[in-house]
């Protein structure tokens, strides 16, 4: 073997040495699993040479394999298409436990092909089940445009990617079984501050009109909901604090509108909330705005109200003022707290161990000040809150 051939060769198996590692961290970080399953079939398909890695998932109750990550089949089929247990290539690969290599896939008797898939322009497939802990949980395969007969290294390299791969992925799946359930409990207890609110609105109900008390509820809900979209969006356990608070204000402006204009605005630090406290949050911000909508703007054409965060000495300070009629003569908050103040109350002092003050502004209006210490603000996973950089 000559120099050139030798420095080739080191070249190539340091690439897949690479790319396996990377495959292996996938394993280690047990990430969620479309990230997953994205990282290795792109990191396959650039490892082996090929034009197309797939990964098919086995959906047990309907007895098939779903086309779930693929880097040349269609991406219109991509969660939607898929393979009778045993049919095709990647199916029979699937249903005996066996790699399966062909150069010429469309001759082969076993050779099945999914209209729309785009698999026509391919001509060599080599396939193989991905199987953990003596389950088979889905099948990959690998595909080429010109023809290609696969070699003894490359059926090994891949065989050792599928383990890889099946491991990563049933660590993918517990984790988010895992995410799941904590979603689940999290929705419970929300519907469950929900009910307790509704609760004590009945109890106010001769001071509050029914429609006074379906519009204050929509936008407890809304403002919960906020941070489920947040975190849908974002595929975070964690919640950026400017971010929510903005979108918020925006829900409850367009909710409960002044006859005239209004002027919400945010602005200050940023910071990143774990969900359970960033929902205590939305629902402090929706009643201490809503606080000043329906008491200190409410005669007014045109106010504004400001919101300002600020993170300092590890302490976030939210200060909510407006430029409304201000608080009445001789207001306590110790005596003067509605459901609206008695709830920002509550959930501050003892939610989150803070203090609420509520005081005249400088000018004209109501300032409204929580301050909360940024290490109270953790989940059974002993995070702390970090500001953003």
Same mark, same amino acid.
């Given at each position: 073997m000559d120099e050139g051939t030798a420095a080739e060769l080191l070249k190539q198996k340091t690439a897949q040495l690479a790319a396996v590692r990377e495959i292996s961290r996938a394993i280690a970080e047990a990430q969620d699993l479309e990230t997953t399953l994205k990282l290795i079939t792109a990191r396959t398909t650039e490892l082996m040479g090929v034009q197309s890695c797939s990964i098919?998932?086995?959906?047990?109750?309907?007895?098939? &394999?779903?086309? !779930?990550? %693929?880097?040349? &089949?269609?991406?219109?089929?991509?969660? =939607?298409?898929?393979? @009778? $247990?045993?049919?095709?290539?990647?199916g029979w690969a699937a249903e005996h436990g066996q790699l399966v290599a062909v150069a010429d896939a469309k001759s082969d008797p076993r050779f099945y092909r999914v209209v729309g898939s785009g698999e026509g322009r391919f001509s060599s497939l080599m396939a193989t089940p991905l199987t953990t802990l003596g389950k088979v949980i889905g099948a990959a395969n690998v595909q080429t445009i010109p023809p290609h007969t696969f070699t003894e290294d490359e059926i090994e390299l891949f065989r050792f990617i599928s383990e890889l791969a099946a491991t990563a992925l049933e660590k993918a799946k517990m984790v988010h079984a895992a995410v799941v359930q904590e979603?689940? =409990? $999290?929705?419970?207890?929300?519907?469950?501050?929900?009910?307790? #609110?509704? $609760?004590?609105?009945?109890?106010?109900?001769?001071? #509050?009109? @029914?429609?006074?008390?379906?519009? !204050?509820?929509?936008?407890?809900?809304? %403002?919960?909901?906020?941070? =489920?979209?947040?975190?849908?969006?974002?595929?975070?356990?964690?919640?950026? #604090?400017?971010?929510?608070?903005?979108?918020?204000?925006?829900?409850?402006?367009?909710?409960?509108? &002044?006859?005239?204009?209004?002027?919400?605005?945010v602005d200050g630090d940023d910071l990143s909330l774990p969900s359970q406290f960033a929902t205590n949050l939305a629902l402090i911000i929706n009643e201490l705005v809503q606080n000043a909508l329906e008491h200190s703007l409410v005669h007014q054409k045109e106010g504004w109200v400001r919101i300002q965060l600020t993170v300092a000495q590890e302490y976030l300070y939210v200060t909510v003022t407006d430029d409304g009629r201000g608080l009445p003569p001789?207001? %306590?908050? !110790?005596?003067?707290?509605? &459901?609206?103040?008695?709830?920002?109350?509550?959930?501050? %002092?003892?939610? #989150? !161990?803070g203090t609420f003050t509520l005081e005249p502004a400088p000018n004209k209006g109501t300032r409204a000040t929580i301050q909360v210490p940024i290490l109270k603000m953790k989940e059974p996973e002993a995070y702390v809150a970090h500001r953003f950089t």
């Open positions: 098919y998932l086995y959906n047990q109750e309907e007895d098939l &394999l779903m086309l !779930e990550a %693929s880097t040349g &089949l269609n991406k219109a089929g991509i969660g =939607h298409m898929t393979l @009778p $247990r045993g049919i095709g290539l990647t979603i689940h =409990h $999290r929705v419970k207890n929300n519907l469950q501050t929900i009910t307790m #609110l509704l $609760r004590l609105q009945v109890a106010q109900a001769d001071h #509050l009109t @029914p429609q006074d008390i379906l519009y !204050e509820t929509i936008n407890r809900v809304l %403002s919960i909901a906020t941070v =489920h979209e947040i975190l849908a969006q974002e595929h975070h356990t964690h919640v950026g #604090l400017k971010l929510l608070v903005k979108q918020v204000a925006q829900l409850i402006a367009a909710n409960m509108t &002044l006859n005239g204009r209004l002027n919400i605005t001789n207001f %306590s908050l !110790e005596t003067n707290r509605g &459901l609206g103040l008695e709830l920002v109350y509550t959930m501050v %002092s003892e939610d #989150l !161990e």
